[in-house]
């Protein structure tokens, strides 16, 4: 079986981004999004993204972005993965392939119920991975609330491409999480944090640590 790997995401500093890198992070993401405590403009991630080596996916995460913010992450800020986290359809995926060729695209799903993971097959065509994440309250973040869903909905799923699971994990779960879920990549951002968007270089260095292991 492939061994687990980890992304970090809502880098937003030079030694967190070092940690990452060091500790064998399989891909760091930036979130473009001016509500979230992680945000990062375009300049900040293109010091950011320099330290990264090529074999590491530097991925940019949106939320029902415009294509000018997007166009600047890709060109300024050197993400290679486009994460999308909000209610893009499927059209919106295809037209980015369209604007950016050759760039991955990623798109969250949020979980609550079996039904939700339905969605997923709609996206199968036009996204290079989906990413299973705990559906947080109406107004609230996206993402990055350390809010889980319950990883037994996707027992037996027959996932329809490439997947990672989200929402919740930290150190003391990863484990659970990867043998309940089967995933294979678990994306973290708040469980390796002091504070809200206050990322912790030694949790970093210890969640990846503890991946290494699975």
């Known amino acids: ?69 997007i166009d600047e992450a890709i060109g300024l800020g050197r993400v290679d993965i486009l994460q999308l986290h909000g209610k893009e359809p499927p059209e919106r995926l295809a037209a980015l392939r369209a604007r950016h060729p050759g760039i991955g695209l990623w798109k969250a799903l949020p979980v609550r119920t079996r039904a939700d993971l339905a969605a997923a097959k709609l996206y199968r065509s036009v996204a290079d991975l989906i990413l299973y994440d705990a559906k947080t309250p109406e107004g609230g973040l996206p993402g990055g609330m350390g809010l889980r869903f319950d990883w037994t909905l996707l027992d037996g799923f027959s996932h329809p491409q490439r997947w990672a699971l989200s929402g919740g994990i930290d150190i003391g779960n990863v484990e659970r999480a990867a043998a309940i879920t089967g995933a294979r990549l678990i994306d973290i951002s708040s469980g390796v944090e002091a504070a809200p968007g206050i990322k912790d270089v030694d949790k970093i260095a210890a969640f990846l640590q503890r991946v290494a292991t699975l």
């Open 1 to 69: 079986m492939n061994r687990v790997s980890a992304k970090i995401c809502g880098l937003s500093t030079p030694d967190t981004v070092g940690a990452a890198v060091r500790h064998g992070a399989s891909q760091i993401g930036f979130v473009f999004f001016a509500k979230s405590p992680r945000n990062v403009s375009a300049e900040q991630a293109a010091s950011l993204t320099a330290m990264v080596p090529p074999h590491i996916g530097k991925v940019g995460v949106f939320v029902d972005a415009e294509d000018a913010l």
